[in-house]
């Protein structure tokens, strides 16, 4: 009964594209309070989200579900030929990361194979606060901190984590005008990494590619050449994956002399 009330509410805002309670409740027949009681959970686990005062509509959360063509697999298909080209150019490990749920995992990551050396970020969740993959996203889903109570949560890795909430919108600030995320030493001490996010709104948002190396080799001005080239290729993934660009997977941003 309570999955029903729930999947007739989700059914009702869809095909009205969006609704107010007093809507739902006339076209489901629920009583106002459990109306309004289920619409809040809905809200607050992103199924539904309010777009006017009184009014709600899907949740991005619930659309990022329904959309197969962003599968972990078919994202994998189309990122992995320009992060392996990547890989080879800069002999540096470059991932590809997306939200799921209140997290950030690195899901795919590409390798050089061209004989030299390479730090590879392993795959699996990061810290929001600690992690250029996950402020990538954070930057641009602010949902995600918003979720939470941050205060006291921010667990220092190392002595350059970012724990207070006050320096991490900071950074986020930053990486919103600048268009990439860097972590410098922040979750292991001599690991370094740059990433953007794929698009500063839709589906884009919730996804960044990366790259990961040692801060001797990293330094400030190859960051800074990696996360224009990697601004510049999420761009051109992100026209791929929404069908503006034609089948097969871009052409990699001409890659700078990283020294990498």
Same mark, same amino acid.
């Given at each position: 009964?309570?999955?029903?009330?729930?999947?007739?509410? %989700?059914?009702?805002? &869809?095909?009205?594209?969006?609704?107010?309670?007093?809507?739902?409740?006339?076209?489901?027949?629920?009583?106002?309070?459990?109306?309004?009681? *289920?619409?809040?959970? *809905?809200?607050?686990?992103?199924? %539904?989200?309010?777009?006017?005062?009184?009014?709600?509509?899907?949740?991005?959360?619930?659309?990022?579900?329904? =959309?197969?063509?962003?599968?972990?697999?078919?994202?994998?298909?189309?990122?992995?030929?320009?992060?392996?080209? $990547?890989?080879?150019?800069? &002999?540096?490990?470059?991932f590809l990361s =997306?939200?799921?749920?209140?997290?950030?995992?690195?899901?795919?990551?590409?390798?050089?194979?061209?004989?030299?050396?390479?730090?590879?970020?392993? %795959?699996?969740?990061?810290?929001?606060?600690?992690?250029?993959?996950?402020?990538?996203?954070?930057?641009?889903?602010?949902?995600?901190?918003?979720?939470?109570?941050?205060?006291?949560?921010?667990?220092?890795?190392?002595?350059?984590t970012l724990t207070?909430?006050?320096?991490?919108?900071?950074?986020?600030?930053?990486?919103?005008?600048?268009?990439?995320?860097?972590?410098?030493?922040?979750?292991?001490?001599?690991?370094?990494?740059?990433?953007?996010? *794929?698009?500063?709104? &839709?589906?884009?948002?919730?996804?960044?590619? &990366?790259?990961?190396?040692s801060t001797r080799?990293?330094?400030?001005?190859?960051?800074?050449?990696?996360?224009?080239? *990697?601004?510049?290729? $999420?761009?051109?993934?992100? !026209? !791929?994956?929404?069908?503006?660009?034609?089948?097969?997977?871009?052409?990699?941003?001409?890659?700078?002399?990283?020294?990498?």
């Amino acid at each position: 009964m309570y999955l029903e009330r729930l999947a007739l509410i %989700l059914e009702t805002v &869809g095909q009205k594209e969006e609704a107010t309670v007093a809507e739902i409740c006339h076209h489901t027949e629920l009583p106002k309070p459990s109306a309004y009681r *289920l619409v809040q959970e *809905l809200v607050g686990a992103g199924l %539904l989200e309010p777009v006017a005062r009184g009014r709600f509509a899907l949740g991005s959360r619930l659309k990022r579900i329904v =959309r197969s063509d962003h599968s972990d697999a078919a994202l994998i298909e189309v990122v992995s030929p320009t992060l392996r080209q $990547a890989a080879a150019a800069h &002999g540096a490990a470059f991932f590809l990361s =997306r939200q799921r749920g209140r997290a950030v995992e690195i899901i795919h990551v590409e390798t050089p194979d061209t004989g030299v050396s390479f730090l590879h970020p392993g %795959l699996g969740k990061r810290p929001l606060h600690a992690c250029s993959c996950s402020k990538a996203v954070a930057a641009f889903s602010p949902e995600l901190l918003a979720s939470k109570t941050l205060a006291g949560q921010l667990r220092a890795y190392t002595e350059f984590t970012l724990t207070r909430v006050e320096d991490l919108k900071a950074e986020l600030d930053v990486i919103r005008q600048r268009g990439y995320a860097e972590c410098l030493e922040e979750i292991e001490r001599g690991m370094c990494s740059v990433a953007a996010p *794929l698009s500063d709104t &839709g589906p884009g948002a919730t996804m960044s590619i &990366g790259a990961t190396g040692s801060t001797r080799v990293f330094t400030p001005d190859v960051r800074a050449r990696l996360g224009t080239a *990697l601004s510049s290729m $999420a761009q051109e993934l992100s !026209h !791929h994956l929404s069908g503006a660009v034609g089948n097969g997977a871009p052409a990699m941003a001409a890659a700078p002399e990283s020294g990498a």
